[in-house]
Structure formats: structure tokens, C-alpha cells
């Protein structure tokens, strides 16, 4: 079974330029989650969506930073205009509720760098 | 608001040895998830162990078991039989059981197996 599918794995931009982040989660998965990791704050949830409703966006960090589920096979994040302070490890995560315990399972994360 | 706290940074062992890493949490919560979550340089999150709460049998899987102390809201990750592919770093991570399904992390443990 193919995993939660991240592209693309490196993004290098500058400073002020659009970045699009996708994910596309496990076939059959109800549950979505991007995730920042840096240095100083560790790993945070940005936001999550539940059968591709945004149930949490508390950790989204100001208006420059977006995402939306428009299926349950694919997700973007997108950050416009981007800022150095940006840069990051940027993972989406899927799981599925059912009843028993769900856990997530992680893309290979996304490494992006605001020049 | 929950946290998780790992308290030691960086950690070593020799190869073939035990080594038990620290987790704490704070959460007015009863009923939770708990979970090991180990990064390799390659840096995806693979999920090493999980704990459901209500269990008050420590979960093991091969070489890792866990010691969950639910009053002392203490989880540690305990390695056996240390093997130079378990260098990496380590995250504890919590989960409600209902609704949120969103993971807390600590910021992390770095472990080195020296040869």
C-alpha cells in the first residue's frame, strides 16, 4: 500500500514568493494533519480536517498560511507571500476513525527554505 | 492545554545494551493515547509504540516496551538490545481519545548507539 504521499520533498524560494505545499493521504483515510517542525518550536500541529472539513486551524500561524481539502485524496498548504522565518519541515500525516485506535501515519515531509 | 515533556536532550548506549528514555505529560484528560514516534536522519516519523490509557498493561513491541505510570503521568520508552539502526530521534507524542485527534509532541530525544 502506497503511504501519505508528499511533493515536493525539497522547495528552495525566495522571500515573498507563493509556496504550494500537497499531500495526498492514504487511500481510505478520513482524517488529515499538516505538521511544522523547526528547530525552536519542535513539531506543531498547523491544522487538521475531518472527511475534508477543517475541524482545528489554531496552529496556523497568521493569514499568509492557507489549506484546503478539496477531496479526500488531496490536500494542499500554501503559504503566500512566504517569509525566511518560514522555513521548515513540513509534514502531512492521515489517519482513519473507525473505532479503534488510528495512528498516524506521516509523509516523508516536505523541506522548505525562504531565502 | 496538554504537554509533553522529555527532559533529556540527547541520550547514548552501547550497541547490544538498555537504554529507557523519559516522557511526562500534563492533561486533565482521563481517557488518552500515548505514543513512541523515532525519526532517523532520513527524517520520516515512523511510529515505534502506542498506548491506550485505559490499558493498564505496558504495551511491547519486540525489542520496545514501554513503563506507563498513569497517576504519575509518567510514559517511558524502554530499548532493549540496542542496535546501531535504532539511532535516531525520539518523540513522545499524546492523542485524546475523543474528539482533538491531534498529536502533542515533546521536543525530543536524541539517541546514539555507540558501536
Known amino acids: 500500500d502506497a503511504g501519505v504521499i508528499q511533493s515536493p520533498r525539497h522547495e528552495v524560494t525566495e522571500m515573498g514568493q507563493e509556496v504550494t505545499l500537497r499531500c495526498k493521504p492514504i487511500s481510505g483515510h478520513n482524517s488529515l494533519f499538516w505538521y511544522r517542525q523547526t528547530m525552536m518550536r519542535g513539531l506543531e500541529l498547523l491544522i487538521y480536517?475531518?472527511?475534508?472539513?477543517?475541524?482545528?486551524d489554531s496552529g496556523m500561524p497568521e493569514d499568509r498560511f492557507s489549506a484546503k481539502m478539496p477531496n479526500a485524496s488531496f490536500s494542499t498548504l500554501k503559504i503566500q507571500p512566504s517569509e525566511p522565518r518560514d522555513s521548515a519541515v513540513y509534514f502531512c500525516?492521515?489517519?482513519?476513525?473507525?473505532?479503534?485506535?488510528?495512528?498516524?501515519?506521516f509523509g516523508d515531509g516536505t523541506r522548505l527554505s525562504i531565502l | 492545554a496538554q504537554t509533553v515533556t522529555q527532559s533529556q536532550p540527547e541520550m547514548s548506549v552501547q550497541e547490544a545494551e538498555t537504554v529507557t528514555l523519559s516522557c511526562t505529560y500534563d492533561t486533565s484528560e482521563s481517557d488518552y493515547y500515548l505514543f513512541w514516534y523515532k525519526q532517523p536522519p532520513s527524517r520520516q516519523m515512523i511510529l515505534v509504540i502506542r498506548?491506550?490509557?485505559?490499558?493498564?498493561q505496558n504495551a511491547t513491541e519486540n525489542r520496545f516496551s514501554v513503563n506507563f505510570q498513569k497517576a504519575a503521568k509518567s510514559f517511558s520508552l524502554k530499548i532493549s538490545d540496542s542496535q546501531l539502526g535504532d539511532a535516531a530521534m525520539y518523540f513522545c507524542a499524546y492523542r485524546r481519545r475523543f474528539g482533538n485527534e491531534k498529536l502533542t509532541f515533546g521536543t525530543g530525544t536524541r539517541l546514539t548507539i555507540i558501536p
Open positions: 480536517f475531518n472527511n475534508n472539513v477543517p475541524i482545528d
Open positions: 500525516a492521515s489517519s482513519r476513525v473507525d473505532g479503534a485506535l488510528p495512528p498516524q501515519h
Open positions: 498506548q491506550e490509557a485505559y490499558k493498564q
